[in-house]
């Protein structure tokens, strides 16, 4: 509990936004790229406390999100096998795909499991012998490694009937096409921590001088972001662009390396499709030729897929960054948790359910901000942080 009790201190937060407002002088657009944030600084009201000239932009940061439509109807076209037995995290079970989800699958009598670890899939081959067990491997650099080992384990223990549908995605290629894009506002990032607690901060230095910008890693509690957003806008302030570590006491430069040994013996880097963006080169993992016998799709060909977005479904302008999920006609009316219309309102990252769960339900007047962002005295802002979680 330490460290959640010293992050969540009202008294250090006020102190932080005010050193904040001091520093700003002009308007700044900053992007997380990280759904855990993104829930955090929703759930606390850190968008609002900030001083009007700051725009927090909601990036491409939950997995289960970004997981594009025709992965998603695979995995439903698999787990719908007599032969199969299709495992995953629960927050993929809601998840819509053209008609249909997980949980319908299961319903009409597919063998759909929630696991708690790609271990837990593993022993369920072990005990079925006779079954082809899958397992839905999605995520960042924070879920691949337990993956990984997961199928270098079944090679190492020759437990052939078990195999992997791969979606993993990686960070740094996806900020780099965000600020590549003609529609790109974003003048600076708060990089996720878990994401470099993994693979360090290596990828990020060529990125901050390329499309100059500052890349300030930071974590997921209140005063992690007011740290990470006071050093991005620093920064601006003073027209640099280098990668600050905010968070070390999780992140080092070199990150884990024996978790990277793993990535790179198991999968190779290949580009990937994400929900809403596209294709992204170089963004994504598929197994490597060693453990291609493990890889679901080469498993299973799956053909013939037609997939359909709703029409009134705009998560792939969320996860751009585009549009804020309460500014989408669909938003809490038709497209609820209990009948999303799209990710961003089923996963417990996506930016939709966050603003759903946390009753941002009214968007904001072009131009303006909610009255309490711009309160510009200490006081109101101690007030609002004391009234929510952090007290």
Same mark, same amino acid.
């Given at each position: 509990?330490?460290?959640?009790?010293?992050?969540?201190?009202?008294?250090?937060?006020?102190?932080?936004?005010?050193?904040?407002?001091?520093?700003?002088?002009?308007?700044?657009?900053?992007?997380?790229?990280?759904?855990?944030?993104?829930?955090?600084?929703?759930?606390?009201?850190?968008?609002?406390?900030?001083?009007?000239?700051?725009?927090?932009?909601?990036?491409?940061?939950?997995? +289960?999100?970004?997981? !594009? $439509?025709?992965?998603?109807?695979? *995995?439903?076209?698999?787990?719908? /096998?007599?032969? &199969?037995? %299709?495992?995953?995290?629960?927050?993929?079970?809601?998840?819509?795909?053209?008609?249909?989800?997980?949980?319908?699958?299961?319903?009409?009598?597919?063998?759909?499991? +929630?696991?708690?670890? !790609? $271990?837990?899939?593993?022993?369920? *081959?072990?005990?079925?012998?006779? /079954?082809?067990? &899958?397992? %839905?491997?999605?995520?960042?650099?924070?879920?691949?490694?337990?993956?990984?080992?997961?199928?270098?384990?079944?090679?190492?223990?020759?437990?052939?009937?078990?195999?992997?549908?791969?979606?993993?995605?990686?960070?740094?290629?996806?900020?780099?096409?965000?600020?590549?894009?003609?529609?790109?506002?974003?003048?600076?990032?708060?990089?996720?921590?878990?994401?470099?607690?993994?693979?360090?901060?290596?990828?990020?230095?060529?990125?901050?001088?390329?499309?100059?910008?500052?890349?300030?890693?930071?974590?997921?509690?209140?005063?992690?972001?007011?740290?990470?957003?006071?050093?991005?806008?620093?920064?601006?302030?003073?027209?640099?662009?280098?990668?600050?570590?905010?968070?070390?006491?999780?992140?080092?430069?070199?990150?884990?390396?024996?978790?990277?040994?793993?990535?790179?013996?198991?999968?190779?880097?290949?580009?990937?499709?994400?929900?809403?963006?596209?294709?992204?080169?170089?963004?994504?993992?598929?197994?490597?030729?060693?453990?291609?016998?493990?890889?679901?799709?080469?498993?299973?060909?799956?053909?013939?897929?037609?997939?359909?977005?709703?029409?009134?479904?705009?998560?792939?302008?969320?996860?751009?960054?585009?549009?804020?999920?309460?500014?989408?006609?669909?938003?809490?009316?038709?497209?609820?948790?209990?009948?999303?219309?799209?990710?961003?309102?089923?996963?417990?990252?996506?930016?939709?359910?966050?603003?759903?769960?946390?009753?941002?339900?009214?968007?904001?007047?072009?131009?303006?901000?909610?009255?309490?962002?711009?309160?510009?005295?200490?006081?109101?802002?101690?007030?609002?942080?004391?009234?929510?979680?952090?007290?």
């Amino acid at each position: 509990m330490k460290y959640i009790d010293e992050f969540q201190d009202p008294a250090l937060a006020g102190r932080l936004l005010d050193e904040i407002r001091a520093t700003v002088t002009r308007p700044w657009a900053l992007m997380e790229v990280c759904g855990g944030q993104t829930h955090s600084i929703i759930r606390h009201g850190i968008d609002q406390l900030l001083p009007p000239e700051i725009e927090l932009i909601h990036g491409p940061g939950c997995p +289960v999100c970004v997981t !594009p $439509l025709e992965m998603i109807d695979k *995995a439903l076209e698999i787990a719908s /096998r007599p032969e &199969v037995i %299709f495992c995953s995290f629960g927050d993929m079970l809601r998840v819509p795909g053209t008609g249909r989800d997980l949980f319908q699958v299961r319903g009409q009598g597919g063998d759909v499991r +929630v696991v708690y670890s !790609p $271990l837990d899939a593993l022993r369920i *081959a072990e005990q079925n012998p006779d /079954r082809e067990v &899958v397992f %839905f491997g999605i995520g960042f650099e924070t879920t691949a490694p337990p993956n990984a080992m997961t199928v270098h384990q079944a090679r190492k223990r020759n437990i052939r009937n078990f195999s992997l549908l791969v979606s993993h995605v990686r960070v740094p290629p996806a900020i780099d096409a965000i600020m590549r894009s003609p529609d790109c506002r974003v003048q600076g990032f708060l990089a996720a921590g878990h994401v470099c607690s993994v693979m360090g901060t290596a990828e990020y230095p060529e990125l901050a001088q390329r499309h100059q910008v500052p890349i300030v890693v930071t974590g997921f509690e209140p005063l992690d972001i007011l740290e990470g957003v006071r050093r991005t806008v620093l920064q601006l302030e003073r027209g640099e662009h280098t990668v600050e570590n905010a968070y070390q006491r999780a992140v080092t430069a070199e990150g884990n390396p024996a978790a990277q040994a793993m990535l790179g013996d198991v999968f190779e880097i290949t580009d990937r499709a994400w929900r809403g963006i596209g294709v992204i080169p170089d963004s994504g993992w598929r197994l490597s030729e060693r453990y291609r016998d493990h890889d679901a799709e080469h498993r299973f060909s799956v053909e013939g897929i037609d997939t359909r977005e709703p029409a009134e479904c705009r998560s792939g302008e969320v996860l751009q960054g585009l549009l804020k999920p309460n500014e989408c006609e669909a938003f809490g009316t038709t497209c609820t948790p209990r009948s999303p219309l799209g990710a961003t309102m089923v996963s417990s990252e996506g930016a939709c359910a966050a603003y759903y769960l946390y009753r941002r339900l009214d968007a904001a007047t072009p131009g303006q901000r909610p009255p309490a962002a711009a309160s510009a005295t200490p006081s109101p802002a101690t007030a609002s942080l004391e009234g929510s979680t952090l007290a």
